[in-house]
């Protein structure tokens, strides 16, 4: 039992971050435990998740996508652009948004599955590109966008803020479709094998397309709901998102060969980023160590699980 | 006992849709003019309790040397000299989205006072929200339109653009070929920008050729240099307006030969940004007074707190603020002949 | 004095003994044979003679000193040299810088004298009889028989005094199997200890001079191979006596698959048929081209052109997933890079071709396939703790079980079975031949690609012989003899 619990992440992840909260709690009763600073981690982190469960989605199937920061950037930006200076209303312009990044994630998918171009060097280029497009669009930045936009992020229910019902919704959708259906089960496989998943009569390509343009559909809509958020778009959204978020993944379980994940570990793993930076702020640790301590844990997280799948799979 | 499946069914459906409905009923919109509704609330905090003081300044690239050499070296003097707590929070990026984040959660732990970098206009709704929870907030470096904050300290970015472009006017004899460069994309250099066409554009022999994005990037802004150098060899002088312009645009004139000859203006006055002064490289430095911004701004903060020069029987009462409401700190010039005096300072 | 002695090894890995006090002793210009079926404990020796592994207990003497490796290269320095069996070759660098990799000729200032290594290299290969390969070669470009005998250059590089080899002859055809027992012949009169591992008995009674027997890591004897019959080899090794193949044929009249004039890359012109309830063979050298047709007609790999007629209907695949659909499967010779999800669990593994089938209303049902893999594994008679192992950990005989299973859930017409006993060991190859037997009796049409004759000739009603890509005849019985086949195919 304590064997299992150990060897998936989404409960040792799960347990650790229990830990850390109870401890927290001990340690900065006033200003950790409250409702209000709970509901703000999960504001401040649901952008990212959303990002998340794309890129667990690409890292389960063995790709991954650096280009879903600029994603994130560009479609806010898109978006404001045609509500700001052509005044297309406000579900026109959220489609067009969705679109532009469909089309984003069809370019790359296209690319890396049909021409056999590199993951990592068509994203990092398409990384390029759309950061100037995002700036070619928007100069400084937009602001005042029209009220129904903003309405979507800014928007409360059952005293929660709309993103984080977003990014719950995103979750609970995609756990469910990867549990639950057979296209996306497929997505192990490719991860697993690539070769023999093609042989066991799955279009890998066709499937590897599909992901990266799943992918940034989910970075797209988390760059509108970043922008609306925000009330303005800036060309300088989701800067450094797409590491922080392979950061999260891979904290949340996924391998940078394919074939493991879960999506509740996107959550999990964005969740314990999350509150590493809340407690770094209510601690009042400065911004320098930030970085230091996120890339300290990712090590001692990987290096604990090594361990521990070298000491519990040698007894099973 | 089992139920019937189609009952099932028909009940989920009819669940379904409560549920919906509730969710609709209970979707509560933000509201219409935030920074009216805002305002009628709070323009002076009430006296916060002032045990365990802690003024927080949040910014975002908070390891950027030009920050933390000047804006957080005071600060922290600051809080020295008045025996108070000091924190410094933000993204060690450049990363609007996560300093609101920071200053979200901050928000919630409840400092005695905030000093915020007015990174972007953007950031206009935290403030409000700081200022609406009764916390005295102060902007520094760029102001916020449509923020309630208290106070703002800053240089007017339009005026660096101008200075920069009367002194390459100056230096050039009003004509050839200019070209500038800073980071794209923001709003405060884009008033620089502004600044700096408006001189220019009163002097017909002057031609701009372009502006650059160098990514507040020493290589880049020395990449496009000589590039710009090999396309117009006959380019009459450079301007920068990020702290990383100047060094590289100096690194590849200098590698070009032609230190002395091709004007440069820039912004900052970092000791590297001195030493090419001397050097007779770079011809002026349009510098801001960062130490002011934090220092005036954490003791504005101060003097809210502990209603130093109470204006009304009570300030909050009558509903003003006891400090002042923006503050000009003015720019430095600095040229050969006066930059011993910052080398040795 | 023997040249090298092992003396009570003893190896625990987690769950089971791997070897259990084993001693034997290997002398000097002798070719020792060590026999056992797979698990039984013959790597793991060799694995501690050549410092990769470190024993629980006992000791290795070399020429009667104590030694204790405790990494390859203080082994190496002991001019042991071991040629591995999972292939150790870069395939972005040429054969040359393989061959001599981190000891290639240097000057005085450290820079590589390609000249030197390349002449050294082609020296080496002329020894080998392989002068086709060139030096500069990449080793992507080579067949994997010639990789395999870069392997073996590579060990033979080190002049090592000890020379291992696990599984050489895999890959091989008749005439490098002979060039490598040449060379082995040159070594032993040179004075070196070769200690051979093959699953091919013809080979070791070829080649051994004395024979040690593992059984699941128990030393069972060493034999002179002139002194020890095939039979009694056998049955030390897997402790029960073997039946005949295959006794009466369950072929129909009814045809099932007929293949007209189909070229493509590396073949071209072949034309065959297949009735219900048949198992075909198609024989030929590594490279003939047979796994090449196979891989086409599945639609892994283009046609050119010609027709195929399944069903009495025109087919064309154009991937995989059309020929499953159509009631075809093709288990791949490679099971570790095409055939299985190493890492994922014999569950996953079972329904990975067939994941429609387990759908209930429209979604993955984890109980359903749960229920089927383990009427798989039941089936088949896997031998594994539980379904949610890695195959990753199964032996190569339950691996290729698990690559069985899978296929038959597709409920396939047409099973094409490429190499199904390639690497696993005699108990686990009967098995497999069991189930084939079963499933032509079944109805269901089987072409089966080996290299090993005596299986193909002992469960073939007909076998089929390829050469440089083209049929080349058909041999049925009564004349369905070794000779026959070989002299076709060569």
């Not at chain 1, 998340?52 to 920061?69: H, N, T």
Request: glycine share 8%; net charge neutral.
């Amino acid at each position: 039992m304590i064997n299992k619990i150990l060897q998936d992440r989404v409960y040792s992840l799960g347990l650790v971050l229990v830990t850390t909260a109870l401890i927290t709690s001990l340690v900065f009763p006033s200003t950790f435990p409250t409702f209000e600073n709970f509901s703000q981690i999960l504001l401040n982190l649901s952008i990212d998740t959303i990002v998340a469960v794309g890129m667990m989605l690409l890292l389960i199937s063995g790709a991954f996508d650096l280009s879903v920061g600029s994603i994130v950037a560009f479609t806010g930006c898109f978006t404001a652009y045609l509500m700001h200076f052509f005044n297309i209303p406000v579900p026109l312009a959220l489609a067009a948004g969705m679109l532009s990044a469909l089309c984003i994630g069809l370019t790359n998918g296209y690319l890396i599955a049909y021409q056999n171009i590199n993951p990592m060097i068509q994203t990092l280029a398409m990384m390029g590109i759309i950061r100037g497009c995002a700036l070619l669009v928007s100069g400084a930045g937009i602001q005042n966008l029209p009220y129904w936009f903003n309405a979507i992020g800014q928007s409360k229910l059952l005293g929660i803020q709309m993103p984080i019902w977003y990014m719950l919704a995103t979750v609970g959708i995609f756990t469910f479709l990867f549990n639950k259906t057979i296209f996306f089960r497929r997505y192990y496989y490719i991860g697993g094998n690539e070769k023999a998943a093609d042989l066991s009569g799955i279009h890998v390509r066709k499937m590897k397309m599909f992901a990266f343009m799943i992918s940034a559909l989910l970075a797209g809509f988390a760059g509108i709901l970043l922008s609306s958020r925000l009330g303005a778009a800036l060309p300088t959204m989701g800067r450094g998102l797409e590491l922080r978020v392979i950061t999260a993944v891979i904290l949340g379980g996924a391998t940078l060969t394919g074939g493991y994940g879960k999506i509740p570990g996107a959550l999990l793993g964005a969740l314990f980023m999350g509150l590493i930076a809340n407690i770094m702020v209510i601690s009042r640790i400065s911004g320098y160590w930030q970085e230091i301590i996120l890339g300290l844990i990712l090590i001692a997280t990987l290096w604990l699980d090594k361990y521990l799948q070298r000491k519990y799979s040698a007894i099973s | 006992m089992k139920l019937k499946l189609p009952h099932l069914k028909v009940y989920s459906v009819f669940s379904l849709f409560g549920a919906l409905f509730l969710l609709s009923v209970s979707c509560e919109l933000p509201p219409r003019n935030q920074s009216a509704a805002v305002a009628a609330r709070a323009s002076n905090p009430e006296p916060v309790s002032i045990d365990n003081e802690e003024y927080v300044m949040v910014t975002t690239a908070v390891t950027m040397p030009m920050y933390v050499n000047h804006d957080q070296a005071a600060f922290r003097r600051w809080g020295k000299k008045m025996n108070v707590k000091v924190s410094i929070l933000g993204p060690a990026e450049w990363d609007v989205p996560a300093q609101i984040n920071t200053i979200e959660e901050v928000i919630g732990t409840r400092p005695t006072g905030l000093l915020i970098n007015g990174t972007d206009p953007a950031i206009a709704q935290v403030i409000n929200k700081a200022v609406a929870a009764g916390i005295p907030t102060v902007v520094y470096d760029s102001d916020i339109p449509g923020s309630n904050r208290h106070a703002f300290l800053g240089t007017d970015w339009y005026e660096i653009g101008r200075m920069q472009g009367e002194e390459m006017v100056k230096l050039t004899g009003g004509k050839g070929k200019i070209a500038y460069m800073g980071i794209l994309g923001l709003t405060n250099m884009d008033q620089g920008f502004q600044g700096l066409l408006d001189v220019l554009k009163k002097y017909p022999d002057i031609e701009v050729i372009g502006k650059y994005d160098d990514k507040a990037n020493v290589e880049e802004a020395a990449k496009i240099t000589s590039d710009v150098l090999a396309a117009h060899p006959d380019i009459a002088g450079f301007c920068g307006f990020d702290s990383n312009s100047g060094p590289g645009i100096a690194l590849a004139v200098r590698e070009a030969g032609k230190a002395g000859k091709i004007k440069i203006t820039t912004v900052d006055w970092e000791p590297e940004h001195l030493q090419l002064v001397k050097d007779g490289v770079i011809q002026m430095l349009a510098g801001q007074k960062r130490e002011l911004f934090t220092w005036y701004g954490a003791q504005f903060l101060y003097d809210m707190v502990h209603h130093t020069n109470p204006l009304a029987q009570n300030d909050a009462r009558a509903g003003i603020t006891s400090v002042p409401y923006i503050i000009n700190t003015g720019l430095l010039k600095i040229t050969a002949e006066n930059v011993d005096e910052f080398i040795n300072r | 004095m023997p040249h090298i002695v092992l003396s009570h090894i003893t190896k625990q890995f987690p769950g089971v003994k791997a070897l259990d006090d084993v001693s034997m002793s290997i002398e000097q210009g002798e070719i020792h044979a060590l026999c056992g079926e797979n698990g039984a404990g013959k790597s793991t020796l060799m694995n501690i003679l050549s410092g990769n592994l470190q024993p629980d207990n006992g000791g290795i003497f070399l020429d009667g000193t104590n030694l204790r490796f405790s990494n390859p290269q203080q082994a190496f320095a002991h001019n042991i040299a071991i040629v591995y069996q999972h292939l150790s070759l870069v395939d972005s660098l040429s054969v040359a810088e393989n061959i001599f990799a981190n000891q290639q000729p240097v000057n005085k200032w450290g820079i590589i004298q390609f000249d030197a290594l390349n002449h050294q290299t082609s020296l080496l290969l002329k020894q080998l009889n392989i002068e086709e390969i060139s030096p500069r070669t990449l080793v992507a470009e080579l067949s994997p028989a010639q990789r395999q005998m870069v392997e073996i250059a590579k060990a033979l590089s080190k002049q090592p005094s000890i020379l291992i080899l696990d599984e050489p002859t895999a890959s091989f055809t008749d005439k490098e199997t002979r060039t490598l027992f040449d060379i082995l012949k040159t070594l032993k009169k040179g004075g070196a200890s070769i200690i051979y591992i093959s699953h091919r008995l013809e080979e070791i009674f070829v080649l051994a001079d004395r024979i040690s027997i593992l059984k699941d890591g128990k030393h069972q004897g060493t034999f002179n191979a002139s002194e020890l019959k095939k039979d009694e080899l056998i049955t030390k090794m897997v402790g029960r006596e073997l039946k005949a193949l295959r006794a009466g044929s369950t072929r129909t009249t009814e045809t099932l698959l007929v293949v007209k004039n189909i070229s493509g890359s590396r073949f071209s012109n072949v034309s065959f048929s297949l009735h219900q309830g048949e198992i075909v063979g198609l024989a030929g050298l590594i490279g003939a081209g047979r796994s090449e047709i196979a891989r086409a007609i599945f639609g892994i790999d283009k046609i050119r052109s010609g027709e195929i007629l399944f069903h009495d209907k025109p087919f064309h695949a154009d991937h995989p997933a059309a020929a499953i659909r159509e009631r075809m499967a093709y288990v791949t010779e490679d099971r570790k890079n095409q055939g299985l999800f190493q890492e994922m669990t014999i569950e996953e593994n079972i329904v990975a071709a067939s994941l429609p089938f387990v759908m209930k209303s429209g979604f993955y049902d984890r109980s359903k396939a749960r229920q089927i893999s383990a009427d798989s594994k039941n089936r088949f008679r896997m031998a594994a703790s539980d379904l949610q192992q890695r195959v990753i950990n199964l032996s190569g005989g339950n691996q290729q079980k698990v690559m069985l299973a899978k296929w038959l859930l597709t409920q396939p017409d047409v099973l094409i079975i490429d190499e199904p006993t390639h690497g696993i060991d005699i108990g686990a190859k009967y098995e497999i031949y069991e189930i084939l037997k079963t499933l032509a009796a079944e109805g269901k049409a089987i072409l089966m690609i080996s290299s090993e004759l005596p299986e193909l000739l002992g469960l073939c009603d007909r076998i089929i012989v390829v050469k440089k890509g083209t049929v080349v005849g058909e041999v049925v019985p009564p004349d369905m003899t070794e000779e026959k086949v070989i002299r076709l195919a060569t």
